[in-house]
T-cell receptor, first 117, second 118 residues
Framework: AQTVTQSQPEMSVQEAETVTLSCTYDTSESDYYLFWYKQPPSRQMILVIRQEAYKQQNATENRFSVNFQKAAKSFSLKISDSQLGDAAMYFCAYRSDYGGSQGNLIFGKGTKLSVKP | NAGVMQNPRHLVRRRGQEARLRCSPMKGHSHVYWYRQLPEEGLKFMVYLQKENIIDESGMPKERFSAEFPKEGPSILRIQQVVRGDSAAYFC????????????????FGQGTRLTVV
């Protein structure tokens, strides 16, 4: 079974600085997707960025980028120029591309990010 | 285009009562997923449904929990005889496509229903 591990329960960053959140996963599959979701206090799950395993190029979305290391099964999220609105729980998630349950996501336990003004 | 709508946002039930959580997927989406989030935890998959079919219920407890997604109307997650351990946030997500080789899919989440069992 696939697992997702986020080893940093909490992180803190100064406004305008850069922070990296770690995520590792375990799978025997070669085709899959990886995601980072943001959950602010409102509880809404917001997709931040996603990466297809078959793509070597790291995904980027404005201030958010990932470092995807397929061989190491590592998928870290870098937030540049951090803003107060970035404060939230961040969840790393895995989704298989096989079988009858392509849609269900496997989540890590999350990292709580605080942004200091 | 409204997003995934869940209601109620908050639900309080006494032990032994039934809880019914509703989820209306995004327009055009025919696949629904239910997740449970316990305090200080990530979301855990419960069940995956298409219209009128349960595709994968491997994450759902065998007893007291059931889910449906009828041809008309929202998806319903039903918890019978609730216990304190059922207190959690329950999230619904929907997507346009499911298994069958279509890989460019994305699941959109609702805001969740927070169930409190007293």
């Amino acid at each position: 079974a696939q697992t997702v591990t986020q080893s940093q329960p909490e992180m803190s960053v100064q406004e305008a600085e850069t922070v990296t959140l770690s995520c590792t996963y375990d799978t025997s599959e070669s085709d899959y997707y990886l995601f980072w979701y943001k959950q602010p206090p409102s509880r809404q799950m917001i997709l931040v960025i996603r990466q297809e395993a078959y793509k070597q190029q790291n995904a980027t979305e404005n201030r958010f980028s990932v470092n995807f290391q397929k061989a190491a099964k590592s998928f870290s999220l870098k937030i540049s120029d951090s803003q107060l609105g970035d404060a939230a729980m961040y969840f790393c998630a895995y989704r298989s591309d096989y079988g009858g349950s392509q849609g269900n996501l496997i989540f890590g336990k999350g990292t709580k990010l605080s942004v200091k003004p | 285009n409204a997003g995934v709508m869940q209601n109620p946002r908050h639900l309080v039930r006494r032990r032994g009562q039934e809880a019914r959580l509703r989820c209306s997927p995004m327009k055009g989406h025919s696949h629904v997923y239910w997740y449970r989030q316990l305090p200080e935890e990530g979301l855990k998959f419960m069940v995956y449904l298409q219209k009128e079919n349960i595709i994968d219920e491997s994450g759902m407890p065998k007893e007291r929990f059931s889910a449906e997604f009828p041809k008309e109307g929202p998806s319903i997650l039903r918890i019978q005889q609730v216990v304190r351990g059922d207190s959690a946030a329950y999230f619904c997500a929907s997507s346009k496509q499911g298994p069958g080789g279509q890989t460019n899919t994305e699941a959109f989440f609702g805001q969740g229903t927070r169930l409190t069992v007293v």
